[in-house]
Nanobody, 124 residues
Framework: QVQLVESGGGLVQAGDSLRLSCTAS????????MGWFRQAPGKEREFVAV????????SYADSVKGRFTISRDNAKNTVYLQMNSLNPEDAAVYYC?????????????????WGQGTQVTVSS
């Protein structure tokens, strides 16, 4: 099993930045790509970004391209999501997810482990 713990969420104003972290523990050697998803009230959980195990390939949702950056530090078993120019539409619970597939997958079904989520609130 793999455990994922997110941190870094909070309340910010529109235009501000936040950096989310997700630290994995357990049998992390069997994981590949790491992703971030988010879920706003009344909406489905949606893909935000993904990074392959090597860190060499990333992919983003169109809504965050150019504003968010995903990165990882395998020595620390940690993946980050740097979020800049936040707007109220970015407000959601952000979830970290790990896949056993090392491909830039965006579908929820391709992820096998999930964190509990961290709340991001953006005031206008």
């Amino acid at each position: 099993q793999v455990q994922l713990v997110e941190s870094g969420g909070g309340l910010v104003q529109a235009g501000d930045s936040l950096r989310l972290s997700c630290t994995a523990s357990g049998r992390t050697a069997g994981t590949g790509a790491m992703g971030w998803f988010r879920q706003a009230p009344g909406k489905e959980r949606e893909f935000v970004a993904v990074i392959m195990r090597s860190g060499g390939l990333t992919s983003y949702a169109d809504s965050v391209k150019g504003r968010f950056t995903i990165s990882r530090d395998n020595a620390k078993n940690t993946v980050y999501l740097q979020m800049n120019s936040l707007n109220p539409e970015d407000a959601a619970v952000y979830y970290c997810a790990a896949s056993i597939i090392d491909l830039p997958v965006a579908r929820r079904e391709n992820y096998h482990y999930w964190g509990q989520g961290t709340q991001v609130t953006v005031s206008s």
